[in-house]
């Protein structure tokens, strides 16, 4: 009887996969199909929930991060974020020390930070723009290699 109670678990877990597709209980199926696999082989309950909690747990840590990074690689980045990785040119002196900097990007001024403490870059360098923080652009003249 136990086997039943396994497949019907698995049968909902895929169901709601499949209904939502954000990877939140493919790896829960996956655990479901092998304890349903010891249930048919006689097994007794206590395997069957090890198994299942074990197998969960493998799929979840080993598995989750590829399908994370190779699942919606396509997702555009919106707003603000899409500002890394672009170039900006210095309007006003970037100097962490004196606390002053503004860059142009798209045609917008933004207060600008350099990624390096003591990297001073005057007006007319171009730089690029590694992260955001606040309102603030931090910002090195080195080029990320993608």
Same mark, same amino acid.
């Given at each position: 009887?136990? #086997?039943?109670?396994?497949?019907?678990?698995?049968?909902?877990?895929?169901? %709601?996969?499949?209904?939502?597709?954000?990877?939140?209980? %493919?790896?829960? #199926?996956?655990?479901? #199909?092998?304890?349903?696999?010891?249930?048919?082989?006689?097994?007794?309950?206590?395997?069957?929930?090890?198994?299942?909690?074990?197998?969960?747990?493998?799929?979840?840590?080993?598995?989750?991060?590829?399908?994370?990074?190779?699942?919606?690689? =396509?997702?555009?980045?919106?707003?603000?974020?899409?500002?890394?990785?672009?170039?900006?040119?210095?309007?006003?002196?970037?100097?962490?020390?004196?606390?002053?900097?503004?860059? =142009?990007?798209?045609?917008?001024? *933004?207060?600008?930070? =350099?990624?390096?403490?003591?990297?001073?870059?005057?007006?007319?360098?171009?730089? *690029?723009?590694?992260?955001?923080?606040?309102?603030?652009?931090?910002? =090195?003249?080195?080029?990320?290699?993608?």
């Amino acid at each position: 009887m136990a #086997a039943i109670y396994w497949l019907i678990a698995f049968v909902v877990l895929v169901g %709601i996969e499949i209904m939502t597709t954000a990877l939140t209980t %493919i790896w829960f #199926a996956g655990g479901a #199909a092998l304890a349903f696999v010891a249930a048919i082989f006689g097994a007794p309950v206590p395997v069957q929930l090890l198994v299942f909690v074990v197998i969960s747990f493998i799929l979840l840590f080993l598995t989750r991060p590829l399908a994370v990074r190779y699942i919606n690689t =396509s997702t555009v980045k919106t707003n603000v974020d899409s500002l890394i990785g672009k170039d900006a040119r210095v309007t006003a002196e970037v100097n962490n020390e004196k606390e002053t900097g503004t860059v =142009s990007v798209q045609g917008q001024e *933004w207060t600008a930070r =350099s990624e390096k403490e003591d990297a001073v870059y005057p007006e007319g360098t171009r730089v *690029w723009i590694r992260e955001i923080q606040g309102v603030k652009l931090i910002v =090195s003249d080195e080029k990320e290699e993608a």
